[in-house]
T-cell receptor
Framework: SQTIHQWPATLVQPVGSPLSLECTVE??????LYWYRQAAGRGLQLLFY??????ISSEVPQNLSASRPQDRQFILSSKKLLLSDSGFYLC??????????FGPGTRLTVT | DAKTTQPPSMDCAEGRAANLPCNHS???????VYWYRQIHSQGPQYIIH???NNETNEMASLIITEDRKSSTLILPHATLRDTAVYYC?????????????????FGKGTKLSVIP
C-alpha cells in the first residue's frame, strides 16, 4: 500500500532563517506531487505541484521554492523565512488526475 | 472555476446519520464533486467523489442532484471520530496537465461536531 511521509512534524524557526521540508512517497511510481499551505483558520492553498522529476509548477508567487530530485521525493525550501510563512504545510500525491492523498503535515512557526 | 457553498457548522448525534450539504450551482459538465475531511491537526483525508450518479463506499455515500447543482455527503452512522471539517470540492484543471494534474480548491468547509 502507498504511504506518504513528511518531516519534521513541527518546526520553530526565526525570521530570516532557511527552511527545508521533505516529503517522500512509498508504494507508487511517477506520482503527481503537491505542496499546500494552510494558514490558521483558513482553507488550503496550493503552492507547488510536480508531474515528474525536475518539473515544478508554482501556483502563487512567494519566497518559497520546491524541488523534486527523485521520483518520490518532494522538497519545499526557503532561503529566508518571513513571519507570513507560518502555517501548516501539507504534501500530497496522486496518480494522474485521480484523488489526492495527503501526508500528516508540518506545522511551521516563524518567530 | 466552480465554487462551492457549505454551512459553516453542523451538529449530529452519535449513531445517527450525518447529512452534509454542498451547493455548486456553477459546476461544469465535466467537473467532479470531491469530498475530503480534516480532523484537527491532521492532513485532509479523501472520502468519496462522483460525477453524476450517486456513489457509496465504506466511509460514506454521495448523493448528487439530477441538475448537479448540489450534493449531500451522508455518513450513515456518525461516531465521535467523525468530528472534523468536511470539504466539498469541485475539481478544476491546472494550466499544465501533461499527466492529468489537477488542483483541489479547499474552501472553509463544514465543521461537523458529533455529540455523544
Amino acid at each position: 500500500s502507498q504511504t506518504i511521509h513528511q518531516w519534521p512534524a513541527t518546526l520553530v524557526q526565526p525570521v530570516g532563517s532557511p527552511l527545508s521540508l521533505e516529503c517522500t512517497v512509498e508504494g507508487t511510481s511517477n506520482p503527481n506531487l503537491y505542496w499546500y499551505r494552510q494558514a490558521a483558520g483558513r482553507g488550503l492553498q496550493l503552492l507547488f505541484y510536480s508531474v515528474g522529476i525536475g518539473q515544478i509548477s508554482s501556483e502563487v508567487p512567494q519566497n518559497l521554492s520546491a524541488s523534486r530530485p527523485q521520483d518520490r521525493q518532494f522538497i519545499l525550501s526557503s532561503k529566508k523565512l518571513l513571519l507570513s510563512d507560518s502555517g501548516f504545510y501539507l504534501c500530497a500525491w496522486s496518480v494522474q488526475n485521480y484523488e489526492q492523498y495527503f501526508g500528516p503535515g508540518t506545522r511551521l512557526t516563524v518567530t | 472555476d466552480a465554487k462551492t457553498t457549505q454551512p459553516p457548522s453542523m451538529d449530529c448525534a452519535e449513531g445517527r446519520a450525518a447529512n452534509l450539504p454542498c451547493n455548486h450551482s456553477t459546476i461544469s459538465g465535466n467537473e467532479y464533486v470531491y469530498w475530503y475531511r480534516q480532523i484537527h491537526s491532521q492532513g485532509p483525508q479523501y472520502i468519496i467523489h462522483g460525477l453524476k450518479n450517486n456513489e457509496t463506499n465504506e466511509m460514506a455515500s454521495l448523493i448528487i442532484t439530477e441538475d448537479r447543482k448540489s450534493s449531500t455527503l451522508i455518513l450513515p452512522h456518525a461516531t465521535l471520530r467523525d468530528t472534523a471539517v468536511y470539504y466539498c470540492i469541485v475539481r478544476v484543471g491546472l494550466a499544465y496537465s501533461g499527466a492529468g494534474s489537477y488542483q483541489l480548491t479547499f474552501g472553509k468547509g463544514t465543521k461537523l461536531s458529533v455529540i455523544p
